[in-house]
């Protein structure tokens, strides 16, 4: 998508005109989610935003409707000293006012694309949307992208994020200080550098390209069965499975506080890598 057709999606960039046609046309609002978080020594610390920002600029050129600016507020982002991380409690009220606000303008269905996988932050994303889709009638799909394509994909800083920005921003990625710290850890435990997930050695722009436009076309399906139907139950579907994968990492770390839960979890994760 150029610059001028990112405008024409884009909600800071539309007239009240523009933007009621658009409404009145497609009633979906994209609202990529991102971090500003650790991705190991060979990727921007804003990977997440960056590249939920680009598939929600795809997104939109595909089914219509309105994009809103990436937001920038992750909860339990990785320990580093460059993460930046916010209370459960504040994302959550954040995203409470968000969708009541998207659903007073009139927006019908809302895609909220998570670049950032942790397992808190996405239970209070899923919380806020199922909690919207009572209050407002919104139909709120709340998701990484690539979790409507393939858990593999699912990974931090590994094979599949570095193959992503390879994809989109090729210019942010040094795979050349990738293998230097490969060569200084390879005795070591590659949580240190954080990477969870295969490699990303193996990693290739093609690659990145392929996932991307699997969660595309998985988007799209999603969107325009939601606009159809109007009917929230594939959404509770969705996110009951969703839920039921993260059961054990909430039966064994959580205890009131993501934030303790998260801390916890990764020092257990950097233990068995």
Known sequence: MSYSQAQDTAYTSLRPDQLQARIDAVP?????WGALEWH???LPVGLDGLVAERIAERAVALTGGVMLPVM????????????????????????????AELARVGFRVVVL???HYAQGHELVLMDAAEASIAAHKLLVLATPPMALVNADYLDH???WETAQL????????DQRR?????????????????ILGDLPAGATAGGGEVAIEQALQSIKAWVMQLLKSGNPEPLRAFYAQRRADYQSFVDRYYQGSYEDAAAAWWNDRKRRD
């Not at 990785?78 to 006012?97: E, G, K, M, N, Y």
């Open 166 to 173: 390879l994809a989109i921003h090729p210019e942010l990625v």
């Open 72 to 99: 920038y507020l992750p909860i339990t982002a990785l320990p580093h000293r460059f993460s930046i991380s916010f209370q459960a409690s504040t994302v959550r009220a954040v995203l409470d006012d968000l969708l």
């Open 157 to 159: 800083a590994g094979r």
């Open 40 to 42: 190991s020594v060979h």
């Open 178 to 194: 990738l293998m230097s710290a490969l060569n200084e850890h390879r005795a070591g435990h590659v949580a240190d550098l954080g």
């Open 28 to 32: 979906v609002a994209y609202v990529p």
């Open 113 to 115: 694309l998570s670049g």
